[in-house]
Structures are given as C-alpha cells and as structure tokens.
C-alpha cells in the first residue's frame, strides 16, 4: 500500500505505539519475548515429539552460501593443522611442549565469518530505532567492544518451545512466492485454521516462502535484494498473539521493497519495540516435504544461537523435532 511520507512516519509510530513490549518484563530486561517462554511452553513443545525425528534448519556455512562479499562474505574455513601435516611427519613432535606423536595425529581449523552471513538470529541489539534500542537503552550501549546490552548471548538456552510451519507456496499452490509479495495475518490465520492449528503465546513462527529453494542453486541477489516476506501490517498480530520468535527463509524476514518509506520498518516496531526473536536465511524446504506428507506443522522447535558474547547476531544449528 502505498502512502505519502507523513502518513508513513503516522502508521509507523502508531504501530510503534500498540506493539511496544518496553518495560513489559522490567526496565533490565534483554531477552524480550523470549520471556513468554517458561517450563509450561517448553514441556508443551516436548509433547509434540512424538516419531522422534529431528530435522535441521540450518544453512551449511561454507563457500557455497548465500552472500556475494561486500557487506557480507560466506564463511571462511583455514586449516591450521592437516591430515598431510601428519602424513608427511610434520607433527611426528606434538605442540606445546606435549612430546613425540607416537603415531598420533589430528587437525585444527579456525574459522572466520559475519555472524549474520548464514541461518542466524538478530539479536536486540542489532537494529537501532532514534538513538535507542530494546527496552529503551541507548544506542552507544554498542561499541567497538561489542554490546553491553542486549548481546544475542542473552539468548543462550532459551530458544525451546513450540513451532508451528506457515508454508505459503503449499497454501498458494505455487512453488515460491515472488520478490515484494507480503505476507499478512489473514493468510496466516487462513493456513492456521486449515491445519486446525491456533497460535499460542510463547511459539515461533516459521515463514516459509519458497524463496530459498527457488535461489539456492544460484544464488543472484537472495542477500540483500528484493524478497518476498513479512506485511509490516503483521506486526499488531504478532503483538496480540505473544509470538515468541519468527524466522524465516529469506535474507530479512519481511518484504522488499519495504512497503513504506522506512527501511525494514517490521524490525522497527517488532524487534527494537516488540523485543521478538527474528531468525533469518532458515532452511524450511526439508521440514515443509515432512509436514506435507505427514500433515503435522507442529513440533518442537530447538534453535539456540552460538553464546557470542556482545554480538549483534549468531549462527545457530536449528532443529526441528517430531
């Protein structure tokens, strides 16, 4: 919908306004929705397992990723120590003073990458609203040295509860949606209701949209283009419903172009305002062939963040449990 800029900077605050979780758990408060998330809603999401299958979620991270460089690189893997290493008698004599190998070998790696250049999690410290982030705290909270508030470590074992699939491109009967298609409550609410499913507060939302598995053989402008995704007009019915997190499979969750003027405005008011989980570039192709041959979108969701401490967003080994 397109609107005049001050009508734009109108709708914004007024979402802003009824969306706002600050102050909701404590003027101390970093985790943000993830407090919706308690024994009840973890033992809920464990009931659901129930064939004992897990599937993974996550991109690999490796050279063959989504990013182009620039902004973004795909991960880097050096290998400090090797196989040839060993073969050819380089490590006959152990490091750090540890003795002669006697046969023994190993390798050793070290790896270099953008915490948001895969399947990752926004942190609350990630995205900045006039000079403030979550709970109100102030922007220069993060500094060359990492944030002081709000880090994605504050996610660290937290991220268990139940998930429910939203597969648009079944729903649609497409194979994916296409770049600048909104995503708004009724349809969710229409995918809901044709899975006899309701969402509950404490569960993550997982957007499927198709756009992953149209792209992932060459991957063009997937990170940082045009995609299809998230209504900013979602953002009052995430509120109202307690949702916990929302991931998605493409590189920013909600749509592009942004549907007014203000750059990922669903961010704005649901992550720095609301204080939601936003995970991105999650892998939902394997989980959407399961659920649709056997008719379950619900399951246990396990997706906690590596604990980087002061960071703006973590790479995350996420799992789907049935």
Not at 93 to 115: E, Y
Not at 123 to 145: C, E
Request: proline share 6%; hydrophobic share 40%; net charge negative.
């Amino acid at each position: 919908m397109d609107i005049p800029e001050d009508d734009d900077a109108r709708l914004l605050q007024h979402y802003i306004d009824i969306c706002s979780n600050w102050g909701r758990w404590g003027e101390d408060d970093q985790i943000g929705t993830l407090n919706l998330v308690g024994p009840e809603q973890v033992r809920r999401a464990a009931r659901l397992v129930r064939q004992g299958k897990t599937i993974s979620l996550s991109l690999p991270y490796d050279q063959r990723g989504p990013q182009p460089g620039g902004f973004r690189n795909n991960p880097q893997l050096y290998l400090t120590a090797t196989g040839t290493d060993h073969t050819t008698g380089a490590q006959d004599l152990l490091p750090a003073d540890w003795g002669p190998a006697k046969g023994m070998g190993f390798s050793d790696d070290v790896l270099v990458m953008p915490t948001q250049c895969g399947t990752q999690w926004d942190s609350l410290s990630h995205i900045f609203w006039n000079g403030r982030m979550w709970n109100g705290r102030p922007a220069d909270q993060v500094t060359s040295k990492g944030a002081a508030a709000n880090g994605i470590e504050n996610y660290s074992g937290r991220i268990v509860m139940r998930g429910l699939l939203i597969d648009l491109p079944a729903h649609r009967g497409v194979a994916a949606l296409e770049p600048g298609e909104a995503i708004g409550s009724a349809e969710v609410e229409d995918f809901l209701a044709a899975h006899d499913l309701t969402a509950l507060p404490g569960d993550a939302l997982l957007v499927r949209t198709g756009f992953m598995a149209a792209r992932r053989d060459d991957w063009g402008d997937y990170a940082g283009g045009h995609a299809p995704g998230l209504s900013l007009h979602m953002a009052p019915w995430l509120r109202r419903h307690d949702i916990a997190a929302v991931a998605g499979d493409t590189w920013g969750l909600e749509v592009r172009p942004n549907e007014i003027s203000y750059f990922q405005p669903l961010h704005i008011v649901s992550l720095v305002h609301g204080g939601i989980a936003f995970g991105e570039m999650f892998d939902l192709d394997a989980l959407a062939a399961d659920c649709a041959e056997d008719g379950v979108y619900e399951f246990m969701f396990v997706a906690d963040p590596l604990p980087l401490t002061g960071a703006s967003g973590a790479p995350v080994s996420a799992l789907a449990i049935k």
